[in-house]
C-alpha cells in the first residue's frame, strides 16, 4: 500500500512547552514557536505530548494552550495534540475540546496509573472513549511509550481495536526505541500510520513503508527531517541525505548527553536569545549553569546544528 493514504504522516515536532515566569504555559511563545517549526519544514505540530510536559498540566492549561494556538491562526488540520491521561472521563473531555476546535487526530497514551493491565482494560478505555464521543471525525494515533506509561500497546491490541473501529484508529507513535516493533506493525497493519518516536529511525522507517515521525529533536534539526522525508527514496550514495541524516544523529546525540528536555530547552534558548526557554515545571529541572556551558560548547562545535 502507498504511504500517501497514510494518516497522519510527515515530520512532526514533538514541541516544547515555553513556560512563563509563573510556570504556566507561555501561548505567545508557544505560538511563534510553531510558527517557525512550521517554516523549517514540519508537517505539523505534535503539542502536548511527553516533550511538551503535557501531563505536568491541568485539563484547563491544556485546552488553553490548544484555544491560542488555533485562535492564532495555526490550522488545525496541523496539529496533533495529546489528549490521553489517566482519568477516562478527562480523556475523553480534553478529545472533545480538540474536537471542538477543529481537530480531527489526536496521540492518545493509554491509560497509566494502574500496573499490570490487560489489554481488555486498555481496550475498554480507547472503545469508551470513542463511543461517548460518537463522532465521525475522531482519528486516533496510538502512543506507545513503555518506558514512560509502563503500559504498553500489544499489536493484538492494535488489531482489536482496528477490526472495532478501522475509520477511527489511524496510527501509532512508537517511542519505544523498538525498530523491529516498528517494522512488524507497518507490515501487519497496511493502512496504519507507524510513526517513530526516535529522530535516527526516521529514514529506516520510511523506507520500510513507515508514515513519518514525531520526535523531540525536531525542536532543533526540523530542516534537516524534513529533508529527509521529502528524499528518502534516493539513493544512498544520495550525499545531501547522508548529511542531512548525519546532523539528525549528532543532534540527538548532543540532546541525550543530559536530561533531553532540559537539553532542548537550553538550546532553544540559546537560539532565541530568551532565557525564560530554560524553565521547566517542577519535577523536571533546568540544567545547571555547568552543564548549560558544557551543552553550548558541544553544540558549537557541531555547527551543523540548528540552535
Not at 218 to 240: G, I, K, P, Q, T
Request: proline fraction near 6%; include cysteine.
Amino acid at each position: 500500500m502507498s504511504t500517501s493514504s497514510l494518516h497522519p504522516r510527515g515530520v512532526f515536532c514533538a514541541a516544547l512547552t515555553p513556560l512563563d515566569t509563573e510556570l504556566a504555559p507561555d501561548h505567545a511563545r508557544f505560538v511563534a514557536h510553531c510558527r517557525y517549526l512550521l517554516s523549517e519544514g514540519c508537517d505539523g505540530i505534535a503539542m502536548l505530548g511527553t516533550t511538551g510536559e503535557a501531563n505536568s498540566f491541568s485539563a484547563a492549561e491544556r485546552t488553553a494552550l490548544l484555544e491560542a494556538v488555533v485562535r492564532d491562526g495555526i490550522a488545525p488540520n496541523r496539529l496533533l495534540p495529546g489528549t490521553g491521561v489517566a482519568a477516562l472521563s478527562e480523556t475523553i473531555a480534553l478529545t472533545r475540546h480538540a474536537l471542538s476546535v477543529g481537530v480531527d487526530t489526536v496521540v492518545m497514551l493509554p491509560p497509566f496509573y494502574y500496573k499490570g493491565v490487560t489489554d481488555d482494560g486498555v481496550y475498554a478505555s480507547y472503545s469508551e472513549v470513542v463511543q461517548r464521543l460518537g463522532d465521525a471525525r475522531l482519528r486516533i494515533v496510538l502512543y506507545h511509550i513503555p518506558q514512560m506509561s509502563a503500559q504498553p500497546i500489544s499489536h493484538a491490541l492494535i488489531e482489536r481495536l482496528r477490526a472495532a473501529y478501522p475509520v477511527t484508529f489511524v496510527g501509532i507513535k512508537d517511542s519505544s526505541g523498538d525498530f523491529a516493533n516498528m517494522t512488524a506493525m507497518v507490515e501487519r497493519f497496511p493502512g496504519f500510520a507507524v510513526l517513530a518516536g526516535a529522530d535516527p529511525l526516521l529514514l529506516p522507517l520510511l523506507r520500510k513503508g513507515g508514515a513519518g515521525c514525531i520526535t523531540a529533536t525536531s525542536n532543533l534539526v526540523a530542516r534537516d527531517l524534513a529533508y529527509v522525508y521529502r528524499h528518502f527514496r534516493n539513493r544512498d550514495d544520495d550525499a545531501e541525505l547522508a548529511a542531512a541524516q548525519a546532523r539528525i544523529v549528532k543532534a540527538r546525540e548532543l540532546v541525550s548527553r543530559f536530561p533531553q528536555m532540559a537539553s532542548l530547552k537550553a538550546l532553544v534558548a540559546e537560539r532565541t536569545g530568551h532565557t525564560g526557554w530554560q524553565r521547566l515545571r517542577p519535577p523536571l529541572e533546568s540544567l545547571p549553569a555547568a552543564q548549560v556551558k558544557a551543552l553550548l560548547a558541544d553544540a558549537g562545535a557541531f555547527a551543523a546544528v540548528s540552535v
